[in-house]
């Protein structure tokens, strides 16, 4: 077991808003940051990181916890793999783990990660030191690629043969189960064993935000009829749909000046980071999706562009354009002179004159659309020009801001001249159809998610059948994540355990007095509030502080209880002399939510007694229908009664010092 001082340890050290900025662009406000949140998509910015209590909570979707629970969900590991990517990464040595505490799947995931890791030494070492890779070395050479460049990047090269890596990787100990789960190595097709994915390739190693390697795109240096660039598969550390090149480098970059340059290929990325155009990224072999962007919207608000002129790449463009736009991003396009890509042209020209040119020659979405119908003739032909109009009224429809599309759609009409009413007439038409295609593309997910419910409840009931290799079984029992979403907390029950936590003791004292945990119909809350109840009798501390550091799921359940969507300042009452919070009288809040947990508490008491009172017979069934005439009585009793009669105030002069200093100050939710 992992000592609890450790475990303590590890969370005093991460930076939480360090950890949260590498995936979510934060901006300071007041103690706390906040941003936009990682788990659901949102346009305002409701994601808040506390760092004074090391918590986070988004008051869009409720998303809460501590800096562990933030590594589980980004990275999708369990606790322990979480704590340890923090310890590595904050120096803290912890010591090794007994094999009981990890489950099968984490167990594989740091396999892969090793496996990764160990196939990047082994590319790099055969770069470096084998006559076989002389071509690679010369190639990066021609490129400007010192060794310290290659050092950073982690360039290797996988060397022919067709299973070298998996021998040597055999040989130092390494389970081929790995191997073959972070696709570095292939089963073959006689039936005799494995052979390296990747051979006689340049090596790219792929990060993920943090700088872990998972994944390896591979380019042939020959002039081979093959694929120029193949990339790893899809693993359980790697989804190419949601990575991009460079931007475990870039992410910095990219929020200082609030813009990244996204660019086509893997050196284009190298050689701008070189020449100190740092805020740049690539699509890492794909074309741009939705979870790219997203990802890319967390730390920028504009993206400039740069694509190939050729009809793949202009292609490659106008998605890119849309998807960017229906994130709500800010749209540039920069086109290189011909025969360049941004790693040429700054190899030859420097950074200097690239930024100048960015400069001068970058357009917005419209404009470039515009000058290249007229650069290919068609803007001038009556036909053609109305097919551009429409594209254009396409990619303004994608836009999630009303003031956004009329703007653009009045910049369109100055430049075509064909009226709004018609303009604006065609893009109501152009949003339904969209509009009708999303309603379509979610019926056919839903269908789609139905259909391997059902496949996987099939599968689950017939024998398991044998497989080849290391197919891993899926542990029913609770691996998979549940599609149902959690249900929601009664907010009197949160009001109750926020209350204790903030005034301590008397008011600890008051709230245990009228309530026990069987009044809490939240299992969580009704542990937390016994936990209260415990340290209070033991005379232990209890406070938000102290919650929001102990062991789960205390800090995500803090998260959700304390942080305030809207709070006041802590220098605004400095200015006007009067310290605000949020209760006017906590004890008259204790009071309200305490007659609501009693009013709820009954209605579940009456529901269990008509379970019961069906069920039962003769004298038992007479005895529960007294019970459930008691039940009644009692619940039109405590709903009539008024809360000072249910409730008195307390006796305690430190409660009445409490009641008579505070009062409310709460700023209006503009969305309610």
Request: hydrophobic share 30%.
């Amino acid at each position: 077991m992992i000592p609890d001082e450790k475990k303590e340890e590890v969370r005093g050290a991460a930076d939480i808003v360090e950890v949260v900025e590498d995936y979510v662009k934060l901006k300071r406000s007041g103690r706390s940051w906040k941003g936009l949140c990682p788990f659901h998509d949102e346009r305002t910015a409701s994601f808040h990181v506390t760092p004074d209590l090391g918590i986070y909570k988004c008051f869009g979707c409720g998303a809460s916890g501590d800096v562990f629970n933030f590594v589980m969900e980004m990275e999708g590991v369990g606790f322990v793999e979480a704590m340890r990517s923090l310890a590595d990464r904050y120096g803290v040595s912890l010591p090794e783990e007994e094999d009981a505490e990890f489950d099968e799947d984490h167990h594989l995931r740091e396999g892969i990660y090793h496996a990764l890791k160990y196939a990047g030494v082994f590319f790099y070492r055969h770069l470096m030191e084998t006559g076989e890779a002389q071509k690679a070395r010369d190639y990066l050479k021609k490129r400007g690629y010192n060794r310290t460049i290659i050092k950073r990047y982690g360039l290797g090269y996988a060397p022919g043969g067709g299973d070298k890596l998996y021998r040597t990787a055999l040989d130092s100990g390494l389970n081929e189960e790995y191997l073959l789960e972070a696709g570095l190595i292939k089963p073959s097709n006689r039936g005799d064993g494995f052979y390296d994915a990747f051979r006689e390739r340049l090596m790219f190693p792929i990060f993920n935000p943090s700088g872990k390697v998972i994944a390896y795109a591979g380019r042939v240096l020959g002039n081979e009829k093959t694929a120029k660039y193949i990339n790893s598969p899809q693993t359980r550390v790697y989804n190419k749909s949601k990575v991009l090149y460079g931007i475990n480098f870039a992410k910095n970059e990219i929020r200082k000046s609030d813009e990244v340059i996204l660019v086509e290929g893997y050196t284009d990325v190298i050689s701008l980071q070189q020449y100190g155009v740092k805020n740049v990224v690539a699509s890492s072999g794909t074309s741009l999706t939705p979870d790219q962007m997203k990802l890319l919207h967390r730390y920028g608000e504009t993206i400039t562009m740069i694509y190939d002129s050729d009809s793949a790449g202009q292609r490659a463009m106008k998605r890119g354009i849309n998807i960017a736009l229906r994130e709500g991003m800010d749209v540039r396009l920069l086109e290189l002179p011909e025969g360049e890509d941004p790693d040429s042209f700054v190899r030859q020209f420097g950074r200097d004159s690239f930024l100048e040119m960015k400069q001068e020659e970058e357009e917005d979405f419209l404009a470039y659309q515009i000058h290249k119908s007229r650069d290919e003739g068609r803007w001038e032909r009556p036909a053609e020009k109305k097919k551009v109009v429409n594209e254009i009224l396409e990619s303004i429809a994608h836009m999630p801001d009303p003031v956004s599309r009329e703007t653009y759609v009045q910049h369109l009409n100055s430049k075509a001249r064909i009226g709004d009413r018609a303009l604006f007439d065609e893009l109501g038409k152009i949003r339904k159809e969209l509009k009708e295609e999303r309603i379509r593309a979610r019926k056919r997910r839903q269908r789609r998610q139905e259909r391997e419910q059902r496949d996987s409840a099939a599968s689950s009931e017939a024998p398991a059948p044998h497989s080849v290799g290391f197919q891993k079984q899926v542990d029913e029992a609770g691996s998979k994540k549940t599609t149902t979403p959690p249900r929601k907390r009664p907010n009197f029950e949160k009001e109750l355990i926020r209350l204790m936590l903030m005034y301590g003791r008397d008011m600890i004292d008051y709230i245990g007095s009228y309530c026990s945990g069987k009044h809490f119909e939240d299992e969580q809350l009704r542990d937390f509030y016994e936990d209260i109840i415990k340290r209070y009798k033991a005379e232990e501390e209890v406070s938000v502080e102290k919650y929001a550091s102990r062991e789960h799921p205390y800090p995500e359940l803090v998260g959700e209880i304390v942080l305030e969507k809207y709070s006041v300042s802590e220098r605004h009452h400095e200015k006007i002399g009067v310290q605000y919070k949020k209760d006017k009288n906590p004890y008259r809040t204790a009071k309200g939510a305490l007659k609501a947990l009693k009013v709820h508490f009954i209605n579940r008491l009456q529901t269990e007694l008509y379970e019961q009172y069906n069920d039962a017979e003769g004298e038992e069934r007479k005895k529960v229908m007294r019970l459930m005439k008691e039940a009644g009585r009692r619940r039109t009793q405590i709903q009539q009664s008024p809360i000072d009669e249910l409730f008195p105030d307390p006796d305690t002069n430190a409660a009445k010092s409490v009641s008579e200093k505070i009062f409310e100050y709460k700023m209006k939710d503009p969305d309610e």
